[in-house]
């Protein structure tokens, strides 16, 4: 099993991460002519028992298991807990669960609950929590959705549940150990009667088991995670997300600052302790700063997605073949990430880090033809005739925003009449999802996903998608794959399709850098901080 973290430099002051699911420790920069954080104050020599991180924006939702925000898997990450997890090694182990087994014909999952395990509003988990959870899971979550459809959990006794699936597929046991975003977090029954298959809105219903909970949530300021006294933790050694979680610290703030000169200058006067994404323009300020300690990590494809809107010129596969054609990536990810050393060209839907189980010769040979030339060409004989373009983006993401600016010009270079259309967070992704008439191209950031179905051409809920008999065949087929290997080989006739229909065009792998101050012990796993066990060393 091989899961993924979700966002770039300077050659020789950081090495790139190869793979996406840890960064190289590189050790601390050695900097200068800041003072050092400590608290949540900022500065001060008070009891360090407080983080403050700070973040370009804040999610839509806290619902673990709908919201799709990368920033809400790191701020519910230590409030829910999961059946299964992933250790170090990324192998899958127990967490809520003490135990579990698979039947011989992969069709039957049995699992047994720890005892004495409680949620954080002080009642008791057993079964029907977790029936009632992961039923509404496999409803709400878009990739549960598809890769359990037909399945069915069952309550056999107080501490043991079952999962029935249609179809032996691979996919179980890598999805159910997952947490990233709209992942299968345990809540209690009563939460999921209130609610149903409606987002949780309201703090007090965000409930879970972890060692952490959700104490605050002032909108587009900060939200607060503290330490839970009564977290009953697993009797293993930590590893990954699974064994043990001790926390020390007695809360974690997220403060969201949508600019980045006020971040850069919060992070270098000790007003916040960490950041998982310094701004790229700001990157030279850190070199020689010795409060920081700074590493890379993977985030994630840049993709420039077409809508589907019928109003659309790239409701036509000719135009959409026509861009990707002209595109010219190096300098777009230059543009996004500041150096070669930041960013990836890979041809395929999956990133360089899967190599060793998504990688596939399809679409190789035609990869960044950078042809603006023929692109206009393919354009009139697409029946493009001049008409207004709108390319939308978020100003939130300095990578994202910045290639689409790159792509604006490109655009112009194929005799496109383009125009930026740029939002922050809430209103870009309202837009990008919800009102696909109103912009022709997107630039998006994604994240890294487990697996190809969870990419654009792939997602019915998402643009780029165009049904039709020969796509839910390739999908069934691939989500039937019993095995990694199975699914691995099934891999280009999924970027066949990519090629063909053209729903998007991958630009580039972002890479980017995270920093924490020198003093805190502070792991990272899977694209996010590790905040239990976590400790200020002094």
């Not at 127990?94 to 609950?113: G, H, I, K, N």
């Not at 300098?331 to 880090?353: C, E, Q």
């Amino acid at each position: 099993m091989t899961t993924q973290a979700p966002r770039s430099w300077r050659a020789g002051a950081l090495r790139r991460v190869g793979s996406a699911t840890a960064a190289i420790a590189i050790g601390a920069l050695v900097l200068s002519g800041c003072s050092p954080s400590s608290s949540s104050e900022g500065g001060s020599d008070a009891a360090k028992d407080t983080v403050n991180l700070v973040t370009p924006a804040q999610p839509e939702s806290l619902d673990p298991q709908i919201s799709t925000d990368s920033i809400m898997g790191e701020i519910t990450g230590p409030v829910f807990e999961t059946l299964v997890t992933a250790d170090a090694d990324l192998k899958v182990q127990p967490m809520l669960a003490e135990s579990f087994e698979q039947s011989a014909d992969a069709l039957e999952y049995t699992f047994t609950l720890r005892e004495g395990v409680k949620f954080q509003d002080g009642s008791d988990l057993d079964a029907d929590d977790v029936v009632d959870s992961m039923n509404r899971w496999t409803r709400v979550s878009v990739a549960a959705q598809e890769a359990f459809a037909g399945s069915e959990w069952t309550k056999v006794d107080d501490r043991t549940v079952k999962l029935n699936v249609t179809n032996p597929s691979f996919l179980h046991l890598l999805y159910l150990s997952q947490v990233s975003t709209a992942y299968p977090a345990i809540l209690p029954s009563e939460v999921i009667a209130k609610v149903g298959d409606q987002p949780i809105e309201a703090l007090e219903d965000l409930v879970g088991t972890g060692p952490f909970k959700l104490a605050e949530w002032d909108a587009d300021q900060k939200i607060v995670i503290e330490k839970w006294d009564d977290y009953v933790p697993v009797d293993a050694p930590s590893s990954g997300r699974a064994g043990a979680k001790d926390a020390t610290l007695s809360e974690v703030v997220f403060n969201f600052v949508p600019d980045a000169s006020t971040r850069t200058l919060g992070l270098q006067s000790g007003q916040y302790d960490a950041t998982t994404e310094l701004p790229f323009d700001s990157l030279d300020q850190f070199k020689d700063d010795e409060n920081l300690q700074l590493d890379t990590y993977m985030v994630g494809p840049i993709n420039l997605v077409y809508s589907d809107a019928e109003t659309s010129p790239f409701s036509k596969v000719e135009n959409r073949q026509a861009i990707n054609t002209g595109l010219d990536r190096d300098p777009i990810m230059l543009a996004a990430v500041g150096s070669k050393d930041l960013y990836d060209l890979v041809h395929h839907n999956m990133t360089l880090g899967q190599k060793s189980i998504w990688d596939t010769e399809v679409g190789k040979a035609d990869f960044n033809q950078a042809d603006p030339a023929k692109a206009k060409e393919m354009l009139a004989a697409g029946g493009y005739t001049g008409q207004p373009v709108i390319v939308l983006a978020n100003k939130d993401y300095s990578e994202a925003y910045n290639s689409a600016v790159v792509v604006v010009e490109q655009l112009k270079g194929m005799g496109v009449d383009a125009t930026l259309d740029a939002y922050e967070w809430g209103a870009f992704s309202e837009k990008y999802r919800e009102r696909r008439d109103e912009w022709d191209l997107v630039v998006f950031p994604f994240g890294t996903e487990l697996d190809p179905t969870q990419t654009i051409g792939f997602l019915p809920t998402r643009a780029g998608y165009f049904d039709g008999p020969e796509l839910q065949k390739l999908l069934a087929d691939f989500r039937s794959a019993p095995t990694q290997a199975d699914a691995s080989a099934l891999f280009s006739d999924m970027q066949q399709w990519i090629e063909d229909t053209r729903p998007m065009s991958r630009i580039g792998d972002a890479h980017n850098v995270y920093a924490a101050n020198k003093d805190l012990d502070l792991a990272w796993f899977d694209g996010h901080f590790v905040w239990w066990n976590a400790k200020w060393k002094n």
